[in-house]
C-alpha cells in the first residue's frame, strides 16, 4: 500500500469546490457516469482497431444505491486503470486541472459546465461523498488498484482482488447530502441528464410481464420476472440518419423527449453537420400560441448525448427558441459568459447554419405540399414573423415560403400578393394599396366595406404585424399597407366611385359647422366625404400611422420610437349623401340636431369598438327610449 498526498498546492480545495459549485452539486453523477460512458468507449475503440485484445461483450453502466451503509456505486465494464495511471490521471492531471480552474475563476463564475472542462470531473463527486474510493481494473494484464481518500489531500493507494474488468466508484454519501440515497432522485438525475447516454445505464430492476403460453388456460393470470431496469436510450433518434427514420419514428422520439407533452409536433427538421463544425440535432415546430411566454419545454442541448442545459440562447437564434427538440454538439463552449458566447466564431456558424436549415426546410414544406403548409401557416406565422424581423438572413429567403393571408382563408406570397391587387388597388400615385384587417370581429363592417368594393382584405392578426408592416414598406417602395379601418381607406374608396356632393358648399360648410360642435373636437377630425348613399352615415377611421406606431410601442421592438403615449386621435367621416346627414343640417331643433348627432357617433363607435362603459349604458338606455 502507498499513501501520499495529492499534488496540489491549494491547500484544501474541496472546501472550495463546494463553494463554487454549491447550486450545481447534482452534476456530480452526471460526470461520474460521463467518466463511465468514456471509459467504455474508449475500450470499446481500443478493441476494434485491435489495441486491445479482449472481448468487448455489451457493457452496461450500472448505478446502485447501497441505503444502509450510506453509500452510492457507479460501476462500469470500460477500460479501467491500473495503479500507475490512477495516479496519473487522478492524483496528478486531474488536480492540474483544479488548480487551473482555480485560478481563473477564484471569484466569479460557477457555470457547471466548467467541471469537465477542466477535468475537475471525477472531484465533483466530494460535493455529496465525505470519502470517495476507486476500485479499478484495467484491460491491461495488471493488478487491480483501491484508490481511498477522505477529502482532505492525502490519499491511500493499494491493490484489490477485483478480477472483472472496470472501474467501481464508491461514494460514502456525506450527512448533508442524503438526499443522494434516494431512489426517486437519483432516478430523477438519470432522466435528466443520462436519458440519450451512448451506452446502457443499469438503475434497479423492474417488473416485466412473461408473455402468455399457447395453452394457457382461461383464467390465466400474467406472470412477471424480474429484469434489470434500463433507464437510457443509448441510440436516440438525432444520432441517426434522416434516411433511417420514418415520421412515426420522429413523433415517437418527440414523446421521448417531452413525456407530458400531448399535442403532435406540426413537423420536424433534422440537423446534421460535421464541417466546419459538429452538430447534429431535430427541432420540432410545436402548436404555437400566439402568447410567446407560454412555452416550457425547451430545445435541450446536448454535447456527446449527455445533457448540459435548456438554456439555449445565444445558440440557437432568438426566434427559434420557441421550438423545440435536441441540439448535440461538442463544439458549443459551456464555460464561458453568455456575451462572450455571442461573439465567438463557431457559435455564430452554428446560429447562422440552423437559421439556414430552417428556412430550408420551410422552403421545401412549402414546396411539396403547399395545402398542407397553409393549414399549418396559423400555428407557425408568430414565429416565421418574428424571424423576419429578427434575422436578416432569415428575411432574406422568406419570400419563398412566407404567407399572407386573406379573410377569407385565401393565401398569397408577397409576390402573388401584388399580381392579385396590381388591377384595382392602387392610389392616386399607382401605389399599391393592401388592405389588411387585425381582427374579424371587430373590424367585421370595414371588411364588408372593402370587400364590397371587390378589393382583397388580408387577415393580420399577430401581434407583431405591425413591425413586420413597417419592414415591408421599407422594402418594397410600391407598397403602403392600409387598415381597413384606417383614414386610407377611404381615399381609395373615394377614388373608385368618386361620387357628387348633394350638398351645395355652404351647406357643407353649414353642416361641418354643426358637427364640430357636437363632438369633442380633441378626439374627431370632422371629415365630409361624399360617398355611396347606401355606406354607412357615419363612421370612425384610425390614422393608419399613428395607429400602427402606438401598437409598436405596446409590442416593443426595443422602444424603437421611445413614446409610449400617443394620444387617442380618429377621423368621424360623414357621408354627405346619407339622409342623415340632410336631416341634421336641415332640423332648425338644437336637441333633435344634438340627439341625431350623438346617436349616429355612438353607433359609429360601435362599429369600432370604442363603445364602452359609462357610454355604453347610456347609449343601450337612450335607444330603449326611443323605440319605446
Ligand atoms: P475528464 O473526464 O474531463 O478527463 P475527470 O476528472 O472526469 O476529467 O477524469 C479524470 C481522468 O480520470 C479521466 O480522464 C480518466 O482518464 C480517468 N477516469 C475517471 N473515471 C474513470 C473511469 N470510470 N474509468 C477509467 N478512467 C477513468
Ligand atoms: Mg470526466
Redesign the pocket.
Known amino acids: 500500500m502507498s499513501t501520499g498526498k495529492i499534488n496540489v498546492s491549494v491547500e484544501n480545495i474541496f472546501p472550495l469546490i463546494k463553494k463554487f459549485l454549491y447550486s450545481d452539486h447534482e452534476i456530480f453523477l452526471r460526470?461520474?457516469v460521463?467518466?463511465?460512458t468514456?471509459?467504455t468507449l474508449?475500450l470499446k475503440h481500443l478493441t476494434s482497431i485491435g489495441e486491445a485484445k479482449v472481448d468487448y461483450g455489451s457493457p452496461r453502466i450500472e448505478v446502485k444505491i447501497d441505503k444502509e451503509g450510506k453509500k452510492l456505486h457507479?460501476i462500469?465494464q470500460?477500460?479501467?486503470?491500473t495503479a500507475d495511471?490512477v495516479e496519473k490521471?487522478?492524483n496528478q492531471?486531474?488536480f492540474s486541472?483544479a488548480e487551473e480552474f482555480l485560478e481563473k475563476y477564484k471569484d466569479s463564475a460557477k457555470d457547471s459546465g466548467i467541471?469537465?472542462?477542466?477535468?475537475?470531473?471525477?472531484?465533483?463527486a466530494f460535493m455529496v461523498a465525505s470519502k470517495v474510493e476507486?476500485i479499478?481494473k484495467s484491460y491491461k494484464d495488471e493488478p487491480a488498484a483501491h484508490w481511498t481518500c477522505d477529502g482532505s489531500p492525502e490519499f491511500t493507494l493499494e491493490a484489490a482482488d477485483k478480477t472483472d474488468r472496470?472501474?467501481e466508484?464508491i461514494l460514502h454519501i456525506a450527512e448533508d447530502s442524503l438526499e443522494f440515497l434516494e431512489e426517486f432522485k437519483i432516478r430523477e438525475l438519470l432522466t435528466k441528464y443520462n436519458k440519450f447516454m451512448p451506452i446502457p445505464i443499469k438503475f434497479g430492476t423492474k417488473q416485466q410481464a412473461l408473455p402468455k403460453p399457447e395453452d394457457a388456460p382461461e383464467d390465466y393470470k400474467t406472470e412477471y420476472e424480474e429484469v434489470d431496469n434500463i433507464i437510457n436510450n443509448p441510440t436516440p433518434a438525432w444520432t441517426k440518419q434522416p434516411v433511417d427514420l420514418t415520421d412515426e419514428d420522429y413523433k415517437n422520439f418527440y414523446r421521448e423527449l417531452y413525456p407530458m407533452q400531448f399535442e403532435e409536433p406540426l413537423f420536424n427538421i433534422h440537423l446534421n453537420v460535421d464541417y466546419p463544425f459538429n452538430l447534429t440535432g431535430i427541432l420540432y415546430f410545436p402548436k404555437m400560441s400566439s402568447d410567446m411566454q407560454m412555452q416550457k419545454d425547451k430545445i435541450q442541448l446536448y454535447q456527446n448525448q449527455v445533457f448540459v442545459t435548456d438554456n439555449v440562447e445565444g445558440i440557437v437564434p432568438e426566434f427559434l427558441v420557441m421550438l423545440k427538440g435536441v441540439i448535440d454538439s461538442p463544439d458549443i463552449p459551456l464555460n464561458v459568459s453568455r456575451s462572450y458566447l455571442q461573439a465567438d466564431g463557431n457559435v455564430k456558424k452554428i446560429s447562422n447554419y440552423i437559421t439556414r436549415k430552417v428556412a430550408d426546410k420551410l422552403k421545401s414544406l412549402f414546396n411539396e405540399n403547399r395545402d398542407d403548409f397553409e393549414k399549418k401557416w396559423n400555428d407557425i406565422k408568430i414565429v416565421l414573423e418574428y424571424g423576419m424581423l429578427s434575422e436578416p438572413k432569415f428575411y432574406e429567403k422568406a419570400g419563398d415560403f412566407v404567407l399572407y393571408p386573406t379573410v377569407d382563408d385565401k393565401y398569397y406570397t408577397l409576390a402573388e400578393l401584388k399580381e392579385a391587387i396590381t388591377a384595382n388597388q392602387t392610389d392616386k400615385n399607382g401605389k399599391l394599396v393592401v388592405l389588411y384587417a387585425s381582427n374579424k370581429e371587430t373590424q367585421h363592417s370595414y371588411i364588408d366595406i372593402a370587400k364590397e368594393k371587390g378589393y382583397e382584405v388580408l387577415l393580420l392578426d399577430s401581434p407583431i404585424v405591425s413591425h413586420l408592416i413597417q419592414k415591408l414598406e421599407q422594402d418594397n417602395e410600391n407598397m403602403t399597407f392600409t387598415r381597413v379601418d384606417s383614414d386610407h381607406i377611404d381615399k381609395l374608396i373615394q377614388k373608385e366611385d368618386a361620387q357628387i356632393s348633394k350638398l351645395s358648399e355652404d351647406e357643407s360648410s353649414k353642416l361641418k359647422t354643426v358637427l364640430e360642435e357636437l363632438v369633442p373636437k380633441a378626439t374627431y377630425t370632422v371629415q365630409l366625404e361624399p360617398m355611396d348613399s347606401a355606406m354607412a352615415p357615419f363612421m370612425i377611421t384610425q390614422p393608419e400611422f399613428m395607429r400602427r406606431m402606438k401598437e409598436m410601442g405596446q409590442t416593443g421592438g426595443g422602444g424603437m420610437f421611445g413614446m409610449g403615449n400617443f394620444p387617442e386621435m380618429y377621423n368621424l367621416v360623414v357621408n354627405t349623401n346619407s339622409e342623415l346627414a340632410a336631416t341634421i343640417l336641415h332640423t332648425d331643433d338644437k336637441s333633435t340636431q344634438e340627439r341625431l348627432v350623438k346617436q349616429a357617433l355612438d353607433l359609429a363607435k360601435i362599429s369600432q369598438g370604442l363603445l364602452k362603459g359609462e357610454e355604453l349604458t347610456a347609449f343601450v338606455k337612450r335607444s330603449f327610449e326611443l323605440i319605446k
Open positions: 460526470e461520474l460521463s467518466n463511465a468514456d471509459a474508449k457507479i462500469d470500460g477500460l479501467g486503470m495511471e490521471y487522478i492531471v486531474a486541472g467541471i469537465g472542462h477542466f477535468g475537475l470531473g471525477f472531484y465533483s476507486i479499478t472496470g472501474t466508484i
